[in-house]
């Protein structure tokens, strides 16, 4: 059981979002692998909703051309669904700060760098360099639920890739052009998650050392194991 929990909070606590790859192929065999496993995930009643895009080479680079054109027109993202409700709490507001504050500093980008800060965003429309990047979509009428089930199968798409010595960056950004991408990728009457930048991290790249802080259990787990009085 040690060696097991080891294992596994290792690859947990290694899988960190990745923003910069090493020019080099992500082999369709490791992806398979990863996939494969990945679709153990728990759905209702084994339905398993989830369906994946692979994305690599030169569709890859003509996809990353197309999204990008979309930004450089000024078109805003309308993704097919909303990223967050209307209202943050402040302990969510103050991490996403510190988040979007550790990132530029890791980038060498100033907060005040508007033009640095718009090549920033545009980067994550070229998938961050990675040489592979995972589409993810559901059925256009997919029940709330299944959200919670293609979750799971990303989760476990992203732990699988720590194990295999991959990286990636799950990429809502992406989402913020479903058009572009049902296009693109033949997903008529898909709804669009997100994106997935996959490949080899770079080492030497400082974005890829950024870890952002984690809360401690206590912010996040009430115990209960008496009834209410």
């Not at 295999?164 to 960056?169: A, E, H, K, T, V």
Request: aromatic share 8%.
């Amino acid at each position: 059981m040690d060696d097991n929990w080891s294992g596994f909070a290792a690859i947990a606590t290694a899988r960190h979002c990745k923003r910069a790859f090493l020019d080099r192929p992500v082999p369709r065999e490791v992806l398979e692998r990863v996939l494969t496993a990945a679709g153990h995930a728990p759905s209702t009643r084994n339905g398993q909703p989830w369906r994946v895009a692979v994305v690599t080479g030169a569709c890859r680079d003509a996809l990353g051309r197309r999204l990008r054109a979309e930004f450089d027109r000024g078109v805003p993202p309308h993704p097919d669904y909303p990223n967050q409700p209307s209202t943050v709490d402040e302990v969510t507001r103050r991490r996403a700060g510190a988040f979007g504050a550790g990132i530029l500093a890791a980038m060498g980008i100033a907060r005040d760098d508007p033009a640095g800060r718009r090549a920033h965003l545009r980067a994550n429309l070229d998938f961050h360099g990675a040489p592979a990047t995972l589409v993810f979509h559901l059925p256009a009428d997919a029940a709330p639920g299944t959200f919670l089930e293609m979750g799971f199968f990303v989760q476990n798409t992203m732990l699988g890739l720590v194990a295999c010595g991959l990286g990636s960056c799950p990429q809502y950004s992406v989402a913020g052009y479903p058009d572009v991408l049902r296009d693109a990728l033949g997903l008529a009457g898909r709804l669009i998650v997100c994106g997935l930048a996959t490949g080899y991290p770079d080492p030497a790249a400082g974005v890829n050392g950024f870890v952002p802080e984690r809360a401690p259990l206590c912010d996040y787990v009430t115990w209960h194991d008496q009834p209410p009085a």
